[in-house]
Nanobody, 118 residues
Framework: QVQVVESGGGLVQPGGSLRLSCAAS????????MGWYRQAPGKQRELVAA???????NYADSVKGRFTISRDNAKNTVYLQMNSLKPEDTAVYYC????????????WGQGTQVTVSS
């Protein structure tokens, strides 16, 4: 059973925009903090943006002002709107569901490739 599924990746030119979507099961989406991570070639996976159940957000400094994370609770879906894309944004983007608990839990999507190139 797939609980976290992301989509929307692709090839885009520098300066372009792309929107990623991540659908999760209601049981996860209702209590987990949702986030987007990315992993570029030769680099560690890093947090790009996250959003709590209450709508609080945080972003990596490298994407502030360009990326926007949002969630639609009715659709159990989180989005990552990426604008003014740069080649350095090229990476595999992963949707993450994080449960804040005594023993934290994480669910990950399969990943979607985002390539920013001319």
């Amino acid at each position: 059973q797939v609980q976290v599924v992301e989509s929307g990746g692709g090839l885009v030119q520098p300066g372009g925009s792309l929107r990623l979507s991540c659908a999760a099961s209601r049981s996860i989406f209702s209590i987990y903090t949702m986030g987007w991570y990315r992993q570029a070639p030769g680099k560690q996976r890093e947090l790009v943006a996250a959003i709590t159940r209450g709508g609080s957000t945080n972003y990596a400094d490298s994407v502030k002002g360009r990326f926007t994370i949002s969630r639609d609770n009715a659709k159990n879906t989180v989005y990552l709107q990426m604008n003014s894309l740069k080649p350095e944004d090229t990476a595999v983007y992963y949707c993450n569901a994080h449960l804040i608990a005594t023993i934290p839990r994480d669910y990950w999507g399969q990943g979607t490739q985002v390539t920013v190139s001319s």
